[in-house]
């Protein structure tokens, strides 16, 4: 009996943690979604607000998860966080009148402003990252002491704190912060709804729909509900847990191997970063660093997004074919679509609406919010509980917090790049590595993005590439949104790309199958997107920049037609299975094409379209001769 006393107060103890949360959580998106419709303070407290919140609920989380000194080092740095912010909070005017003549409380502030954003970074995303911006941060300590082309400049170390925080004009309280306070912290909100009231029924019927009447079945389900799901989200992770949870099975059991159904699902989830008119958090952070309004971005991933999703269908459509997958007798619940159905289009019917009129990011996101819930309470049969609704909002304002810790950390990084010079002088280095070719400076763009994503979220490595790859570009002749969305479009896929591929992670633990595997199935299914960014430099009319007629229609068409043989030739099928010698056949079409692209020469444009037809009607033919005897093969196999 003593000891069940002795343990009850602990426990008790132990569940105020979830309770305090949950209240930390609903404050936050409550004061973000005023904040949208009434400027309560000035932007700067608006950020230090942001900041504060979000140290507060990583800690909490962590608090929540650990035991012993652990737990109370994260209970430590609530307390600390907490300080910090209020003192910013309190002494505003007051730091930006000395902005340059910090009292030394200030400084001691503005160091554990950093810790703590560094030490939040680490529990949300791991060491790597910290690490990656610690070695960038003090670079110019030491570089201040190298010779050419390794010297930078170094400021003083307390005026070096005080840029990178207690300044509160730069460096955490920075332009990165802001993309994360005033972008996207309403956006993941709102992508935490849609699961929490259950408009995620829509995809698995959708799914089920296009699984039962297709010939690729369930894989092309996956693409088609991960785009769907992609178009109001943006989330990798989200979209492989909510579509991969019912389609990787559904594919396994279809006939796709563990590797393609994981490789299919972390493909397709990817591409909801480039989905229109959401996306991801990095193409909200390319509106904010470039000035571009966001409905342009959106606009001008339309086509890439098109061109990616159409690549993937094919290869699924490819990979059935040589699997001998038949569609899958799921039961599809007409009525059950049609009620989550509103769940899904009024949300997105708006969102599209209001940037089309030009409204704020964040107000939009308002509103996108608003109507999800709104939508959700006004269905008769299904209609969420008010606790899930609550539920909804803890999950996106955890999530929406680690962003923002994110952006705070990267902040740092921008502040350094900024005030050392070692952003002009990376320009300077890219444009004379390249020996001012465009090509070459591209792959070397290409894979330093992908390098930077393999430290972190995709933001953060189109951050810090972009400080120095877009003035590179914009040096040999390309228009600034195109040098962006390069940046941007390339670190998008760094999810899919190893050694890290944090997408093909999370599937492979739900299809079961080998990480290496499934990461390098994934880089096959997903090949479409490593040549888009390439595209769209030399064919700007794919992202919707001015160019001249024919130009730009060759060059769509060849896009097309390359990415098509490209296919082929890797997954080994047309209209039946390829021997060797024809997969490297259906390479021919594809590197004169591609050759076109890059060179503009006609004549390559001829060669590789004629040898596309010449090679489409020889398989056709094929087929008609072969298919009755490839079809009686394979039933007598099965």
């Known amino acids: 009996m003593q000891e069940q006393n002795s343990n009850g107060p602990k426990a008790k ?42 140290l507060l609920l990583v800690f909490l989380a962590t608090a929540q998860k650990t035991r012993g000194l652990r737990r109370y080092l994260s209970l430590f740095a609530v307390l600390l966080s907490v300080v910090a912010a209020l003192y910013v909070q309190v002494f505003y005017s007051q730091l930006v009148d000395r902005v340059w003549f910090n009292t030394p409380l200030d400084l001691v502030i ?4 950093i810790v703590l954003v560094l030490e939040a970074t680490r529990e949300s995303f791991g060491l790597v990252l910290p690490i990656v911006i610690i070695a960038i941060c003090i670079y110019p300590f030491f570089g201040a002491h190298f010779p050419e082309p390794f010297r930078c400049t170094s400021l003083s170390f307390t005026q070096t704190i005080s840029n990178w925080s207690i300044g509160v004009s730069g460096g955490i309280y920075g332009p990165i912060l802001s993309v994360s306070a005033n972008y996207i912290f309403l956006f993941i909100v709102f992508g935490g709804l849609l699961q929490a009231v ?27 509900c991960s785009s769907l799901l992609g178009m109001v989200t943006g989330s990798v992770a989200a979209n492989i847990a909510v579509i991969g949870s019912f389609t990787i099975p559904l594919m396994k059991k279809a006939g796709y191997t563990p590797e393609e159904a994981g490789a299919i699902e972390a493909a397709s989830s990817n591409g909801g970063q480039i989905m229109p008119p959401v996306m991801g958090i990095t193409a909200f952070a390319m509106a904010a660093v470039t000035g571009i309004p966001y409905v342009k971005i959106a606009a001008m991933a339309i086509m890439p997004a098109i061109l990616y999703y159409l690549s993937l269908a094919l290869y ?30 009024v949300p997105l019917g ?118 120095f790859a877009a003035p590179a570009l ?22 899919v790309t190893p050694p890290v591929a944090l997408g093909a992670l999370m599937a492979s633990r739900l299809s079961g199958s080998g990480y290496v595997k499934t990461a390098a199935e994934a880089v096959k299914v997903s090949f479409a997107a490593f040549l888009l960014p390439f595209m769209f430099i030399y ?28 296919q082929f030739a890797f997954v080994g099928v047309v209209f039946i299975p390829c021997k060797i010698a024809e997969r490297l056949l259906w390479l021919a079409p594809a590197i004169f094409l591609f050759s076109y ?42």
């Open 597 to 638: 692209i890059i060179v503009q020469d006609y004549l390559l444009f001829g060669i590789g379209t004629i040898l596309f037809i010449f090679l489409g009607i020889w398989h056709l033919r094929n087929r008609r001769l072969l298919s009755p005897v490839y079809c009686s093969m394979s039933s007598g196999s099965s």
């Open 13 to 54: 103890k132990a569940d105020r943690l979830p309770i305090i949360i949950a209240i930390v959580a609903i404050a936050m998106v409550i004061y973000q979604l005023i904040y949208t419709q009434y400027l309560v303070q000035d932007t700067v407290l608006h950020l230090n607000t942001h900041l504060g919140f979000s």
């Open 110 to 113: 503005g160091l554990i402003l």
């Open 350 to 467: 708006i969102i599209i609406a209001l940037l089309v009129m030009n409204f704020s990011v964040s107000y939009v996101a308002f509103w996108a919010v608003i109507s999800t819930v709104v939508v959700s309470l006004l269905r008769k049969k299904g209609r969420p509980s008010l606790r899930k609704v609550l539920e909804g909002f803890v999950q996106g304002g955890k999530a929406g917090a680690e962003i923002g810790i994110m952006c705070g950390a990267v902040g740092l990084l921008v502040e350094t790049f900024m005030t050392s010079g070692l952003g002009i002088k990376l320009a300077a280095g890219m444009e004379s590595w390249s020996g001012g070719s465009l090509l070459l400076a591209l792959l070397i763009i290409w894979a330093v993005c992908v390098l930077f994503g393999c430290f972190g979220p995709a933001m953060s490595a189109y951050i810090v590439v972009t400080i």
């Open 198 to 224: 259950g408009a995620t029924g829509f995809f698995i019927q959708v799914g089920r729909l296009v699984g039962k009447r297709l010939r690729s079945g369930p894989g092309l389900g996956a693409v088609v």
């Open 539 to 566: 064919v700007p009319f794919i992202i919707l920049q001015p160019q001249e007629p024919l130009s730009a229609v060759t060059g769509l068409t060849a896009c097309v037609l390359a990415i098509f043989s490209f």
């Open 474 to 495: 914009m040096r040999l002749g390309i228009g600034m949104a195109q040098s962006h969305f390069f940046v941007m479009f390339t670190s998008c896929f760094a999810f």
């Open 316 to 345: 699924v459509q490819l990979k059935a074919i040589k699997n001998n997958v038949m569609p899958l007798s799921e039961e599809f619940d007409k009525k059950e679509m049609l009620r989550s159905l509103p769940s899904f289009v």
